[in-house]
């Protein structure tokens, strides 16, 4: 994607660069036929002209439009991977439990995996207080009686307080405070964030037509990608992964909280699958043809055809006029062909690459890691 302030002459040269050219010595042709052997037959009406350039025009914009429809689509589609991902991510260190062997609040294993900001969430400041919002309050900023929370001082609570140990039967009927869940990051979260991350990979070079394996190798185990190999959508097949991974740690455990939670990490998976399948329509079906050959082919005949028409009124000018025309009509007609395929690791792709790394760096982050790798940088004014 260019996203310099100035665009490279460059990259101007190389998508106009030649047909402009051509355009032009056809022109001075035509300018000198004209003006030096006296060629008067090759001057034509100059309405025509206009009139032809005039529909052109329109048929450019529509192209261009519907190209650029194709262009943020995809772009939006890669916004929503990030924050899917992040809300997986948060869902699946916050929300997974533990499993049965492992140990769960107050066990030394999860605090010495935990993040310093998941540390600083079990700390609330005021345990009394907590207390009594869970039992009293449906979340909202006042109470049930329209009493603003700052407005109760910490020894003027009730006298019935809940302690965030007592059991679920013993607090009654849950209001948003999911009970007996790991605190901690597990061995099997840190896993399915890592495959997270080699989803994100693995669609990115689905898209490309890109090997994935070198990319998506350090996040998995060896008997997954071993697995992995023989499957011909690999973004889908992770998917899967991960959806029987989540199974087989829920199936494990009991009560109905469980089975919210994990048709809760369910509705993310879809939201994933219908990512990929929103870009593999992108990918495969590209804009009918005729809006592509169609709308080149009449800006060829207007080029050839305009010289014709202004010849006798400008002359020797003829060239200058023509490179300006050819160079507005010809860039208008490859940037319409550029961004309508947004997936081709082009200048005008959308930069899968870098919204990957920024996914890697946040959840790797999430996970408590320090090294992590940097950000991409545009290199010439181009972000990939």
Known sequence: MIVGRMLSWRIVIRYTGRPVALHVLLAL?????????????????????????????VLLAFRNNSAYDRWWEARTLW???????????????????????????????????????????????????LSFWSVTSDGAVR?????????????????????????????????????????????EARELVYAQIGFVNALRCHLRRQDPFPEIAPFFRSSVLEALREEHNVPAAILLWIGTRLRLLFGQLHGEERVFLLVALNNTLNELTNILGACER?????????????????????????????VSDLGWLTPPVTAILAFMFIAMDAVGHDIETPFENSVSDTPMTALTRTIEINLRQAL???????PVQPIDGLLY
């Open 143 to 187: 109470d049930r009686l329209g009493k603003a929370y700052e407005a109760y001082p910490l020894d003027s609570l009730p006298a019935r307080r809940v302690s965030l140990e007592m059991s679920h039967e013993v607090q009654g009927a849950s209001r948003g405070v999911i009970t007996g869940l790991f605190e901690g990051i597990t061995d």
């Open 282 to 310: 992108i990918k495969n079906t590209p804009l009918p043809r005729q809006y592509d050959i169609l709308p080149r082919a009449m800006v060829r005949a207007y080029l050839a055809l305009m010289p014709l028409g202004v």
């Open 368 to 374: 408590g890691e320090t090294e992590l790798p940097p």
């Open 29 to 57: 042709g035509i300018a000198a036929a004209h003006e030096g052997l006296g060629a008067t037959w090759l001057a034509v009406p100059a309405l025509p002209v206009t009139v032809l350039a005039a529909a052109l025009g």
């Open 79 to 129: 916004g929503g991977l990030v924050n899917t991902s992040r809300s997986f991510a948060r869902q699946v260190l916050t929300l997974l439990p533990a499993p049965p062997h492992r140990p769960l609040e107050g066990g030394t294993e999860g605090a010495e995996n935990t993040p310093r900001l998941m540390q600083t969430a079990k700390e609330p400041s005021s345990t009394s207080r």
